[in-house]
């Protein structure tokens, strides 16, 4: 079944500390985790940074909007227990506990509008109410990973659009830019000098693998925007082999087919595949064509700091 949200989680949270005694949060993370019967994988899935396991994350959130709207509070090293306000809330029997229900109390309130006060005010309106939003599911870190992925996605298709309207000559200089940034090639000038984009016998260029220059690399760009097939790796393969050589990278500002990548894997050949999605993704993990607008950092309790588990 899908992780539920940390709205859904809030309620069987506010059961499962009802009998008023002392929980720690694995205890409770354990329990919850078998009421909803998830499997290890579904425990192991990660939010979108990959810094926190998903489940975790909403469970956090859970106990955090539970705790501003004191229905329950922290005991010590990673323990909490219900208040009487909350004991309160479960004698009405409510079908489902969400932000909407918790604005019933002026903790919970306060608690969201501090979390508009410390958004820019420059912030357009619309993202502050999101951030606060009392319907949204998601917990505010899913909400700003998925903002963050949703921003990548769509640099990385205006730089795809931009390189297709570039000159042949600037995306094979694009590529060793590329390489060099990722490790590859020595000094830009010795890249430079190893890639002529000559295409002599199906091959764009030539870079080393080191700065030590222990083995040599074997590059095709190919700036399409219909998909790259089979015959064209065979056609690369072809190339390395016709130069004893026995690494090469395909690039393509378009995609790979599955035959193409297929084939990849039957010959004992390493060819590389990088196709238009992960070209731009490489840019920017690499800063290739790209230049930084904003740096937001985002900070959470320190749990060793404060004796938590």
Not at 199 to 214: F, M, N, V
Request: some cysteine; overall charge negative; charged content about 25%.
């Amino acid at each position: 079944m899908p992780i539920p949200d940390y709205q859904t989680l809030m309620l069987p949270l506010l059961r499962l500390l009802e009998n008023g005694e002392e929980h720690t949060h694995a205890e409770v993370r354990d329990a919850l985790a078998n009421y909803y019967s998830l499997t290890p994988e579904e425990r192991s899935q990660l939010i979108p940074s990959g810094r926190q396991f998903l489940f975790d994350n909403r469970l956090h959130w859970a106990r955090s909007y539970l705790k501003n709207a004191r229905l329950v509070e922290s005991t010590g090293r990673a323990k909490f227990r219900i208040t009487d306000r909350g004991c309160e809330v479960l004698g009405f029997n409510p079908p489902k506990i969400t932000n909407h229900f918790l604005k019933q109390f002026p903790e919970f309130v306060q608690f969201t509008t501090s979390v508009t006060d410390i958004v820019p005010a420059a912030t357009p309106v619309s993202t502050k109410s999101a951030i606060a939003s009392s319907e949204n599911a998601d917990t505010p870190e899913e909400r700003l990973d998925a903002s963050y992925q949703s921003l990548r996605t769509a640099l990385a298709q205006e730089l795809l659009d931009r390189i297709g309207q570039s000159s042949p000559v600037f995306f094979e200089q694009l590529v060793v830019d590329l390489l060099v940034a990722m490790g590859y090639g020595g000094s830009r000038q010795d890249a430079g000098q190893a890639v002529g984009g000559t295409g002599d016998g199906g091959i764009d260029g030539i870079i080393k693998e080191d700065r030590l220059g222990l083995d040599a690399i074997y590059i095709q760009a190919k700036r399409w925007s219909s998909s790259v097939g089979r015959p064209t790796v065979q056609q690369f393969a072809g190339s390395l082999m016709g130069r004893k050589a026995r690494k090469g990278v395909l690039i393509s500002t378009s995609e790979f087919t599955q035959d193409a990548r297929d084939y990849t894997a039957q010959i004992d050949l390493k060819i590389v595949l990088i196709g238009g999605i992960e070209l731009a993704r490489l840019m920017i993990d690499h800063g290739v064509g790209v230049t930084e607008a904003a740096v937001y950092r985002v900070f959470r309790v320190n749990a060793d700091y404060f004796g938590d588990e």
